[in-house]
């Protein structure tokens, strides 16, 4: 199976909404960008740090959830 995951790199000031927003047109799908990037807290982004944004659908490995 193809693997269609972006990599986005975070400029300062951004947000996981915001990119959520930026990468699916929805700011409230921040939450498979946090899982791809095991992130302990989504609201610590640092400048220059490259994050994994998942193809939606994307299920959760922990949970089994799906989000689409």
């Known amino acids: 199976t193809a693997d269609f995951t972006k990599v986005h790199t975070v400029n300062h000031g951004e947000t996981?909404?915001?990119i959520a927003q930026q990468h699916y047109s929805d700011?409230?799908?921040w939450r498979p960008i946090a899982v791809a990037n095991l992130l302990d807290d989504p609201r610590a982004l640092a400048a220059g740090?490259?994050?994994r944004v998942p193809a939606l659908p994307f299920t959760d490995p922990i949970t089994g959830?799906?989000?689409?």
């Open 16 to 18: 996981l909404s915001g």
């Open 49 to 51: 740090q490259q994050l």
């Open 27 to 29: 700011p409230a799908l």
């Open 65 to 68: 959830e799906v989000t689409r």
